[in-house]
Each structure stands twice: as C-alpha cells, then as structure tokens.
C-alpha cells in the first residue's frame, strides 16, 4: 500500500461529491484514484477536479491495482454486489447507509465478512463522530444522568423530492435516529410503532409527512422521533434525553445570536446537512482512512448497518399494518426477526449463528 490510502469513490451524487471533496482537501493520508457513477459526464466532471480517473464499472472500480480502499455512496440497491466486491478482495470499505436494502442481504454480508475473520467494512452513521452527539454518549456512560428513560429524537429536513415517500423516510431518515440511539445507550430496540397524522400540503399524495416514530428499548426506553421532511424552514436534528438524575439536550444550533433595538434576537438555523454535520463527516473519513491503514474499523460496523436495517424493515412493517411491531434479539446483540403485535405477516432475518458478537 503507498503512504496514501488510494481511495475509489463509487456514486459521485451530492454526498459521494462531498465526500471526494473532503478527501482531496481536508484528510490527510488519502488520496482519491478512481471515480465511478452512472452518470459519465457527472463523474468526469468530479475526477477532473481532483485529478482522479474514471471508471465506468464499479466492479472494475473496486478492482484496480490502483485502489487500496472503496468508499460507496451509491443507491442502496447496489450495495450488495459492491460489498460483496470489496469482500471478494479484501479490501477496506466506507459504506454509505444503508448497508443493503432488506434484512436477508444484510444478514449475507455480515456473515461473509465474518467468515474471512478481520472487519473490512464500516457503515457512513456519521453522528457516532459528531461532537455533541460523543458528548452525550460520554454523559451517560458515566451516569450522568442515571438510568436513560426517555429519549426525544427530533429530524426535519426543509424539503425534499417527490421520491422521498413514507417509508423512504424510514429507511432513509429515521435510520440515523436509530443508529444514535443504539450508540447513545449502548441498547439494542425491540419494538417499533409508527404514528400517521395530518400530513402537510406539500407532501405528494399517499405520503405521511411528518409522523411519530415510537421505539421501546431493551431496559424499557421509550424513544419518539418526529420526522418530518418538507418543514420548509430549515435542517433541525434534535436528541434529549431524560433520565432518573437529569436530562441533556444536544441540538439546538447555537450559531450567532443577534440582538437589535427593536427588541427582537434570533441567528441563524443550519439549512442542510453540510453545516450541521460537516465537521462530523470530515472526523469520521480521517478516522476511517487511518484505521484503514491500520487493517481495521473505526466506526459503525457491518453488524451496525445490520440492526439498523432490521429496525427499519420493523418500522415499514409497522407503516403499513398499522400496530406495533416487534424486534425480536438473539443472544443480546442484534435483531433476529420482526414481527407484528396483531396478526400479520411478520418478517424473518436469517439465523444468527457465526456473525460477529
């Protein structure tokens, strides 16, 4: 390997652009070779910048001489064959989330990567790596606040396209919160419910926009997340939680505060993705490139991506019955099966043994 982790980046849409932006710029020790996307002009137009080459295969992508490390951002749908590649190599992988888009090929790549008996592939749950959200995971560890009780997740995006249904919300937003809560508590979640209300005007029609995410965690949590993602205002992501000695907030976007004559105060909300976690994504590329040329993860693992993909699939599930839907654990450590609290057609995941504890 040279003194450069050479990197190909498969997907170069906004957040595989922002990503190869990062690398050529602000992490050091890495250095962008390859760029792959569908679109040919698209991914032309991002090599050129950092003076990568193009490879219009991501299977020939992941396979070049010239590459040490494959970071994916692709859509969901072609992760599967992409991590298989990497694993077929062996070679380190940062995978956008989710890690496939159903519990069965999840479930594949954690026991392909287990059976080769060394961690290739971290999953992009960027906020594990945020500062505020480090600090409140730190909080509890100690005991700051006692036994966590509650917590309140709050998501809203200011819009987004017509694509973006109810359970692309799910899958798609509601799976941070489900991440950040397993790494705030150190918990897995064993049941989901998702409440549909009055959706806003500008949601397509068939589309609940906002709802109420409900989860219960192992110790007895309760966990509410609103999600909501056509607010028109602005990118709020809130966490609070309450427990027996305290509470802590984080969140709150505590940017410029301006106070005029008139008597009025106020600053500035964060309006996407980039300003609130920038600085969280950069942390987690320069962790991941060095624990890459360490021969390990440093992040969210394969198992990581796992469970939260699980926990989704519980919540679609729930979505479209209507009633609460269980998560069934296996051995304390991961999601087995979901399946409804009334009678419907559950959803089974594969079984469990030889995947990493």
């Known amino acids: 390997m040279s003194e450069d982790l050479r990197i190909a980046v498969l997907g170069v849409g906004m957040m595989g652009a922002f990503h190869v932006d990062a690398l050529s710029k602000r992490v050091r020790g890495a250095r962008v070779t390859v760029v792959n996307d569908f679109l040919a002009d698209k991914a032309e137009e991002v090599a050129g910048k950092v003076g990568a080459r193009v490879e219009a295969d991501p299977i020939a992508a992941i396979n070049d001489p010239e590459v040490d490390a494959v970071l994916i951002a692709t859509p969901g749908a072609a992760h599967a064959e992409q991590l298989t590649a990497c694993l077929d190599r062996g070679v380190p992988v940062l995978c956008e989330k989710p890690l496939t888009t159903d519990i069965a090929s999840a479930f594949a790549i954690v ?26 995971r730190n909080l509890i560890a100690g005991g700051r606040l006692g036994n966590p009780l509650i917590v309140h997740c709050t998501h809203r995006n200011p819009a987004v396209g017509d694509h973006f249904n109810s359970e692309y919300m799910i899958r798609d937003s509601v799976v941070h919160e489900v991440d950040s809560v397993r790494f705030l508590l150190g918990q897995e979640l064993t049941s989901v419910e998702v409440i549909k209300g009055a959706a ?20 007895g949590a309760i966990v509410t ?14 966490t609070e939680v309450a427990g027996e000695k305290g509470s802590a907030l984080i969140g709150l976007d505590q940017n410029l505060q301006v106070k005029s004559p008139d008597g009025r105060w106020g600053g500035a909300i964060t309006p996407s993705f980039v300003e609130r976690f920038g600085q969280a994504y950069d942390i987690e590329l320069q962790r991941w490139v060095d624990a890459a040329k360490a021969g390990t993860i440093d992040g969210a693992s394969a198992w990581d991506g796992y469970a939260a993909v699980a926990v989704c699939e519980a919540g679609v599930l729930s979505l479209r019955s209507g009633v609460k839907v269980h998560v069934h654990l296996a051995g304390g450590s991961t999601v087995a099966a979901v399946e409804p609290e009334e009678p419907h057609a559950g959803i089974q995941a594969p079984d469990l043994e030889g995947a990493w504890p």
């Open 225 to 238: 997340d609103e999600i909501f993602v056509r607010t028109g205002v602005a990118y709020e992501v809130r």
């Open 200 to 219: 806003t005007s500008s949601a397509p029609h068939g589309t609940h926009d906002p709802m109420l995410v409900i989860f219960e965690t192992e110790s």
């Open 111 to 136: 026991k392909k990567e287990k059976a080769l008996g060394k961690q290739l592939i971290q999953v992009g749950f960027m906020r594990r790596f945020d500062p505020e959200y480090v600090a409140l």
